[in-house]
């Protein structure tokens, strides 16, 4: 949640928001997956507004990522990775949440890929760029892929910590690897 908070406030950084504008940023991006998913599977109020710790992190995350921005620059590999397990920890524990709730598996693989993306669409929105993985990259797909495993692993009623590891690492993996080798979803032929 707290490298969520950070990429949205950087790009609130980049495009020279005020420290509100920042912190709504931050907001967004580190709680906007989990309200989502709270609002589908009808969890109200969502936990990001019933547990005040929640808002507290991504605000100070905000707060601090505002005044150290230059330092916080120089971090970007590791901000990519934390983004990359953050990913996959969303993405599984949306879909399990969604499973919980009695969403039908293709319903929860979709919850679950909204979680794990859902913080990055509404930064993207906010800040007024097309969504990132709507566009390049291989983030969505490796959620959707490891929220698919989630079902995958919980119709076969594995061990509950293997759900939880195994799905967090492929999504952990792909992400990564995408990253090194710079993969990304196919783009249209030009000239049409």
């Known amino acids: 949640m707290a490298v969520f908070a950070a990429s949205g406030a950087s790009a609130g950084v980049v495009k020279r928001l005020d420290l509100f504008g920042v912190i709504f940023v931050g907001f967004v991006a580190a709680l906007g997956g989990g309200i989502l998913r709270d609002l589908v599977i009808d969890v109200v109020p969502p936990l990001a507004f019933a547990d005040w710790r929640y808002p507290a992190v991504a605000a100070v995350v905000a707060t601090a990522t505002f005044w150290l921005h230059p330092q916080l620059a120089r971090l970007r ?25 009695g969403v039908p598996a293709a319903g929860a693989c979709l919850i679950g890929m909204l979680v794990g993306i859902g913080g990055g669409l509404g930064r993207d929105l906010l800040t007024g760029e097309i969504p990132v993985v709507l566009r390049r990259e291989i983030y969505a797909v490796a959620a959707l892929a490891g929220a698919v495993a989630v079902v995958a692993l ?31 979803a196919p783009l249209p032929p030009q000239g049409v």
Do not use: M, Y
Not at 79 to 85: I, P
Not at 154 to 174: D, S, Y
């Open 154 to 184: 919980e119709r076969v009623e594995t061990h509950h910590n293997v759900v939880l590891l195994a799905p967090a690492t492929l999504v952990f993996g792909l992400r990564l690897i995408s990253l090194l080798r710079k993969w990304s």
């Open 77 to 101: 590999r590791t901000v990519l990775v934390l983004d990359a397990a953050g990913l996959g920890l969303f993405t599984v524990t949306g879909t399990l949440k969604a499973l919980d709730a």
